[in-house]
T-cell receptor, first 112, second 113 residues
Framework: DTGVSQDPRHKITKRGQNVTFRCDPI?????LYWYRQTLGQGPEFLTY????????KSRLLSDRFSAERPKGSFSTLEIQRTEQGDSAMYLC??????????FGDGTRLSIL | QQQVKQSPQSLIVQKGGISIINCAYE??????FPWYQQFPGKGPALLIA?????SEKKEGRFTISFNKSAKQFSLHIMDSQPGDSATYFC????????????FGQGTRLTINP
């Protein structure tokens, strides 16, 4: 049973560029969540999917952010026109409905 | 109403001692309260979780105490070991964890040998 896998682990980009992160959940987990964690803070919820349906989006998820889970398996999170404030760890978690969420090790984004 | 407040921000405990971290919440609709442990460069890992129908849950050296009327819950780590040195987050959720987790600010725990 492999855990939640996130790729890449680190991403360095220039301000204004677009970036895309991938999350592969635990097999058969139908719920997939995205969180953002800044240094010294707890993770903050961004959005979540049940299968391919996006059920909730946080106000933190501006229109520069888009997430997809096209076939109900892996998910991508894209940030367009990156800004300095987007620098953070982006965490993905997955679960079965009404079961605990299991987190990946995240993608650390640094904006130059 | 969505906040979860965690204290202390940092904690130093001697090896073999008891580590205690506290959390308070406001939203009475929360019904699932997990604790996560996070090491540098890693994602949060679930330690233990509790529902409001019990006042205490114990798993090995880790115990959650829950006070529904005070809207508070705490993590106790007995016989603390240097390997327990990590950042701990409390969290809360509605619908038995099926919805988003709201996290506390974290406690950086250091266990001195």
């Amino acid at each position: 049973d492999t855990g939640v896998s996130q790729d890449p682990r680190h991403k360095i980009t220039k301000r204004g560029q677009n970036v895309t992160f991938r999350c592969d959940p635990i097999s058969e987990h139908n719920r997939l969540y995205w969180y953002r964690q800044t240094l010294g803070q707890g993770p903050e919820f961004l959005t979540y999917f049940q299968n391919e349906a996006q059920l909730e989006k946080s106000r933190l998820l501006s229109d520069r952010f888009s997430a997809e889970r096209p076939k109900g398996s892996f998910s991508t999170l894209e940030i367009q026109r990156t800004e300095q404030g987007d620098s953070a760890m982006y965490l993905c978690a997955s679960s079965l409905v009404n079961q605990p969420q299991h987190f990946g090790d995240g993608t650390r984004l640094s904006i130059l | 109403q969505q906040q979860v407040k965690q204290s202390p921000q940092s904690l130093i405990v001697q090896k073999g001692g008891i580590s205690i971290i506290n959390c308070a919440y406001e939203n009475t609709a929360f019904d699932y309260f997990p604790w996560y442990q996070q090491f540098p460069g890693k994602g949060p890992a679930l330690l233990i979780a509790i529902r409001p129908d019990v006042s205490e849950k114990k798993e090995g050296r880790f115990t959650i105490s829950f006070n529904k009327s005070a809207k508070q819950f705490s993590l106790h780590i007995m016989d603390s070991q240097p390997g327990d040195s990590a950042t701990y987050f409390c969290a809360a959720s509605m619908w038995a964890g099926a919805q988003k987790l709201v996290f506390g600010q974290g406690t950086r725990l250091t266990i001195n040998p």
